[in-house]
């Protein structure tokens, strides 16, 4: 990687656990790989690092800043678009099935650093949280338009909030006066709630539910997995790294059984059933010295899974 490319990864984002995913790929030289969340290319780079001549690498993101970024790599296709359609654009590009899928869940630095995009409390800003722009619904639009009983079961399914409907409610009496439509309104709504010993998780799981709601995350999530496992060879291997318990559950259950209520699926003998075998039982966390290098690493959680062939045992 040049210093230039180095520079760049740096302001956009760092890769969480960057060895630890990409060797739980187990890259073959010559194999056909995805990267479904490109962002600043980090995870990209090492992947290209050790694929072949032979090898190729197709890494998907919607978000349009991302495509400054691009590897210039004769063995690299940049997809514009989201993981949700992740088989679409594979066959869009000749590909049918790969040999292994990472997808890094956590929002780019670039993200929560860029005030106009309103990720974060902690830079005055529009509330847009888009990460395709493309899209009509921001932030600013739910929190205006949502009812009193949506608001309460988003922030307290998608920001595990206790008080979800007290803070709902004061959505509501607040754009009574006045429209919401930046950063600073939706703190003013929140202040009350937030004790000072919690402020920080409190305002971060808030702005999280809105970020997660704008952009259908959970549901995009779930039909990247499902795709993602339609597309795999056997043996092929699958590294998501998550950030939030909402994001670890869903992938833990779908590794372990195939599903996503976490319902483990038997055989006439007894014998669960599932798609997948779990690499690594236990889940990989970032090393103290990565989380004071890189703070925004501590929350990542890593897992690894192999795609079983036809005559793999069915009991993990």
Not at 139 to 165: C, K, M, Q, T, V
Request: charged share 30%; with cysteine; glycine share 8%.
């Amino acid at each position: 990687m040049t210093s230039q490319g180095r520079q760049n990864e740096a302001i956009y984002h760092t890769p969480a656990l960057l060895d630890e995913s990409v060797d739980g790929l187990n890259i073959c030289p010559g194999g056909v790989y995805v990267d479904v969340t490109f962002g600043g290319g980090g995870h990209s780079r090492e992947i290209l690092n050790r694929l072949g001549a032979e090898g190729r690498l197709l890494a998907f993101d919607q978000d349009e800043d991302a495509a400054g970024n691009i590897l210039a790599d004769p063995r690299f296709t940049f997809v514009h678009g989201n993981f949700r359609f992740l088989r679409n654009f594979l066959r869009y590009h000749g590909v049918e099935a790969v040999d292994g899928v990472l997808a890094d869940l956590g929002v780019s630095s670039h993200h929560f650093d860029v005030s106009e995009r309103g990720f974060s409390f902690r830079f005055p800003g529009a509330l847009d949280m888009r990460m395709n722009r493309h899209i009509q619904k921001r932030a600013a639009d739910i929190l205006n338009e949502y009812e009193e009983e949506r608001l309460s079961e988003l922030f307290f399914r998608y920001g595990e909030l206790r008080n979800a409907r007290q803070i709902a409610s004061a959505v509501i009496r607040y754009r009574q006066t006045r429209q919401i439509e930046e950063t600073g309104d939706l703190m003013a709504i929140l202040e009350p709630f937030a004790r000072r010993e919690r402020e920080k998780k409190m305002l971060a799981q808030a702005f999280q539910a809105l970020r997660i709601e704008v952009n259908g995350e959970m549901e995009a999530l779930k039909e990247m997995l499902l795709q993602a496992l339609r597309v795999l060879k056997p043996g092929g291997r699958f590294c998501v790294i998550s950030y939030h318990s909402l994001e670890d559950r869903l992938v833990k259950n779908f590794f372990r059984t195939g599903n996503f209520e976490g319902e483990p699926v038997r055989d006439f003998y007894g014998n669960v059933e599932t798609p997948f075998t779990v690499i690594n039982r236990k889940v990989i966390v970032p090393s103290e010295e990565e989380q004071q290098r890189n703070p925004r690493s501590r929350s990542a959680k890593l897992r690894i899974a192999e795609k079983k062939g036809e005559c793999d045992d069915l009991l993990i």
